[in-house]
């Protein structure tokens, strides 16, 4: 794959004021988004297209590889695509999961290389606007009395972490996460339709996700799972902590290329990141899209993936996820 760098120096010999970065060039640039339009990972893909517009060289395109909630795209860049250098594919907190709990096959954390993030998100619990669920105490109430009779649903089988979600407030509620009566779908777009057709009563989303449907009516967010109260559109929605149950649940939105890819490749994708970073159009995409500001790329992103999943493997282990 051809990469190019256009350094500041160039527009210094012009005789104009350099930007504060340098542009970066990346031939045919493209995001996967592993799962079906409309969940969190087209919201991640989305916030690279036009988050990394001013510093590509063309336009991002974004395109879907569903199935097993990230699995076929892990083991594509794993495999015939481990050195495709012009793509970035979509992760979140709930790809590590997936990995370290063996959903993605027998490829560890350390067999692709992790690029950069788009941001934080966090878990929603959402029911539709008619639901019978006006109040997160009410669901926890019936979680309590008999958790098989609410239909909770999301994009990830049991053991993903839309799955973690909903385990959290059953244990909460006193209950068994085993208990869940839990229908899984290939992502969120799929999921977020079912609840509107009525298939399910409960989806454990997330709050980045919403954003496209808040202004529809159709929906209605009982909690965000977040430490504290998010800015505007969602300040107004209370965190599932302050109406007295202790769960929280920060999902990492970010981006990875196959192991592969060599290091001056690796670097030209890090460097425009890096270089989005410092724009105010950067932030507010993230602010449209509904995510907190958590700008990583490179090593550091590295080092972050590395502590996680040291926390996830502890999570799952308690969780009988894995032995």
């Not at 799962?35 to 991002?60: H, I, K």
């Not at 009566?181 to 799929?190: I, K, L, S, T």
């Not at 290329?257 to 425009?272: H, I, L, P, T």
Request: with cysteine.
């Amino acid at each position: 794959m051809k990469i190019t760098r256009l350094g500041a120096a160039v527009a210094l010999a012009a005789g104009i004021a350099a930007p504060a970065f340098a542009q970066t060039e990346i031939q045919d640039p493209e995001c996967v988004a592993p799962a079906q339009p409309g969940g969190g990972f087209d919201l991640t893909c989305r916030v690279a297209q036009a988050g990394l517009e001013s510093v590509l060289g063309e336009p991002m395109q974004v395109t879907f590889m569903p199935g097993g909630i990230g699995a076929v795209a892990f083991n594509m860049f794993n495999t015939t695509r481990d050195d495709d250098a012009s793509a970035i594919v979509a992760f979140s907190t709930g790809s590590l999961l997936n990995i370290i709990t063996g959903k993605y096959g027998d490829y560890s954390p350390e067999d692709v290389r992790w690029v950069a993030t788009a941001g934080a998100d966090f878990g929603a619990i959402i029911v539709r606007a008619d639901s019978e669920y006006e109040t997160l105490s009410q669901l926890m109430d019936d979680f309590a009395a008999d958790p098989s009779s609410v239909v909770v649903g999301a994009g990830g089988s049991v053991g993903s972490q839309d799955w973690m979600k909903g385990a959290l407030l059953l244990r909460e509620a006193g209950a068994s996460p085993m208990e869940m009566r839990y229908v899984a779908f290939d992502g969120g777009g799929d999921a977020i339709a079912s609840l509107l057709g009525g298939a399910i009563q409960v989806y454990t989303g997330d709050i980045g996700e919403m954003v496209p449907h808040l202004e529809s009516g159709q929906m209605r967010i009982l909690g965000v799972m977040a430490p504290e109260r998010l800015d505007a559109p969602f300040d107004e929605i209370p965190t599932v902590m302050e109406q007295g149950y202790d769960v929280e649940w920060t999902i990492l939105r970010g981006f990875y290329v196959g192991g592969g890819v060599s290091d001056a490749e690796y670097q030209a994708w890090v460097d425009a990141f890096d270089a989005a970073y410092q724009t105010e159009e950067w932030s507010q995409i993230q602010h449209e899209r509904g995510l907190l500001p958590l700008d990583l790329s490179g090593e550091e992103l590295e080092q972050s993936i590395e502590e996680r999943v040291q926390v996830l493997r502890e999570v799952a282990t308690e969780a009988g996820l894995i032995q």
